[in-house]
């Protein structure tokens, strides 16, 4: 599932093709199950689940899907997921964090290291990048929702901590524990978020060029491709110039 950056360090997504759409469908499916467990299944009085609804909403979920996954949580029914992520480097020594949502870790982590390492790339232990990011709330709009100033306005009067606006949209930072209340906040101001999420965030930048984005995005595609895998965040940066040539 892809969120929104300045950075383009989120999922790289291939285009909205039948295929795509269903698998994207099943892992929005799954993050909102396992949502609606860890919490209330009210997406009013649980974070995570609200976000996750309004996520699964903004991609063309129908009405019925979502509910079914919230009432699968709420009756005990269907898998059980756990949460794990792997950590490691993609081509050009790109740091990757890799959010899974898995019934089969050994499966899980099969694929994921297979994927990696045929593709440029090599895992690591837990730990060995995610100490250059910052795990934050991740609020976005779309360039729509207003200007610059407008936006940077409502974010800071909400109690946000940073904001990124580009000609694509703006993304809205929040610590973790303050990402709810800042999004209920905004909403007025700005309309229903594109996105409420929690977010990795890097500290710092590695620019990449033509050739090793074309392996990075590979690589990213691959992931997405796979089941288990949720989202895939990254320390990349793509110069305009590149993106032109790929797309």
């Known amino acids: ?13 291939k285009g909205a093709q039948d295929k795509k759409r269903s698998a994207l469908f099943s892992k929005l499916s799954r993050e909102i199950t396992v ?7 009210d997406p009013n009085m649980n974070a995570r689940l609200r976000a996750a609804v309004i996520t699964a909403r903004k991609e063309g979920m129908p009405k019925d899907n979502i509910d079914r996954s919230i009432n699968k949580a709420a009756g005990g029914d269907g898998d059980n997921y756990e949460e794990v992520r792997y950590e490691g480097f993609g081509p050009a020594g790109v740091a990757l964090i890799i959010e899974t949502l898995t019934d089969n870790r050994n499966r899980t982590a099969t694929n994921v290291r297979t994927i990696v390492s045929k593709n440029g790339g090599n895992l690591g232990a837990p ?3 995610s100490h250059g990011f910052d795990r934050l709330g991740m609020i976005s709009y779309p360039a729509g929702a207003g200007d610059a100033e407008k936006v940077f306005e409502a974010a800071l009067e909400a109690g946000a901590e940073d904001v990124e606006s580009t000609e694509d949209g703006h993304s809205i930072w929040t610590e973790i524990e303050n990402l709810h209340e800042v999004a ?9 978020a594109e996105g409420v999420k929690l ?6 930048q590695v620019e990449v060029d033509e050739a090793q984005a074309t392996l990075l995005l590979k690589l990213i595609d691959t992931l997405d491709d796979d089941d ?3 989202t895939v965040w990254g320390n990349y940066e793509i110069p305009d110039a590149v993106m032109e040539k790929l797309a």
């Not at 949502?35 to 299944?41: H, I, K």
């Not at 209920?184 to 229903?192: D, I, M, T």
Request: glycine content about 10%; aromatic content about 4%; proline content about 7%.
């Open 199 to 204: 977010a990795w965030r890097p500290q710092t």
């Open 228 to 230: 288990d895998v949720q």
């Open 1 to 13: 599932m892809a969120g929104h950056s300045k950075f383009k360090n989120i999922m790289h997504r």
């Open 35 to 41: 949502a609606a467990r860890s919490g209330l299944p």
């Open 127 to 129: 730990g060995s990048v």
């Open 184 to 192: 209920k906040a905004l909403e007025p101001v700005l309309g229903e």
